[in-house]
């Protein structure tokens, strides 16, 4: 469903450590899976994305997992440095849909 | 990667005027161009899809006459926020899309803040 107007949850990890970030999207008709990254002031910067046909994937340093039977999506971020610190955003399309749909976002704290 | 951008970057206007904020696709062609609406601290809200030459598709809640949606081009599309008040203030977003179905990425402007006095 839509993202309704929640105060961000907050993830603070010390750098260096892995940071999982989570996801419960709503529509079990979504079929592609988006993760996004979004400094203040800033549009979402695409990190990685997955479709329903896997449940795992992985980018450089990234890593997203996919649950289909509980509908949830989960960041994975190895070593995570003080430039990750950002909102992270898991986003959901429906099957043959044309809109993204994002979820409520986390914000990630990385203390040096 | 492809860039999309947006201008103005902030905008401030007196209540009751109109503001107009453009996106542009610098070095592909956008089938599909989306407007977001963030407010402070809370996730993007799609607010409307525009295609190509034809009529944009509003979400629901989104007034179609406050928000004008034009999407003139393969690389333009403007958001006009017709007599605008406080409570549009906000955080807009773009993004474009190239080709057709659900799972091409889209490529997000940078945003337009908009205060309205």
């Known amino acids: 469903g839509e993202s309704v107007g929640l105060h961000l949850p907050t993830l603070s990890v010390q750098e260096g450590d892995n940071s999982i970030i989570n996801c419960a999207y709503s529509?079990?008709?979504?079929?592609?899976f988006i993760w996004y990254k979004q400094e203040s002031g800033k549009g979402p910067q695409f990190i990685i994305d997955?479709?329903?046909?896997?449940d795992k994937r992985q980018g450089q340093r990234v890593t997203v997992l996919l649950n289909k039977t509980v509908k949830h999506l989960s960041l994975q971020i190895a070593a995570t440095q003080p430039g990750d610190s950002a909102v992270y955003f898991c986003?959901?399309?429906?099957?043959?849909?044309?809109?993204?749909?994002f979820g409520a976002g986390t914000r990630l704290f990385v203390k040096a | 990667g492809a860039v999309v951008s947006q201008h103005p970057s902030r905008v401030i206007c007196k209540s009751g005027t109109s503001v107009k904020i453009e996106c542009r696709s610098l070095?592909?062609?956008?089938?599909?161009m989306f407007w977001y609406r963030q407010f402070p601290k809370q996730s993007l809200m799609l607010m409307a899809t525009?295609?190509?030459?034809?009529?944009?598709?509003?979400e629901q809640g989104v007034e179609k006459d406050k928000f004008l949606i034009n999407h003139a081009s393969l690389t333009l599309s403007t958001l006009t926020v017709t007599s605008a008040h406080p409570e549009d203030s906000s955080f807009y977003i773009c993004?474009?899309?190239?080709?057709?179905?659900?799972?091409?990425?889209?490529?997000f402007g940078p945003g337009t803040r908009l205060l309205v006095l």
């Open positions: 993004s474009a899309r190239t080709g057709g179905g659900g799972e091409e990425t889209q490529y």
């Open positions: 529509n079990s008709a979504s079929d592609y």
């Open positions: 997955i479709r329903s046909n896997m």
């Open positions: 986003a959901e399309t429906e099957v043959g849909g044309f809109k993204t749909i």
């Open positions: 070095d592909f062609q956008a089938t599909t």
């Open positions: 525009s295609n190509e030459g034809s009529k944009a598709t509003y």
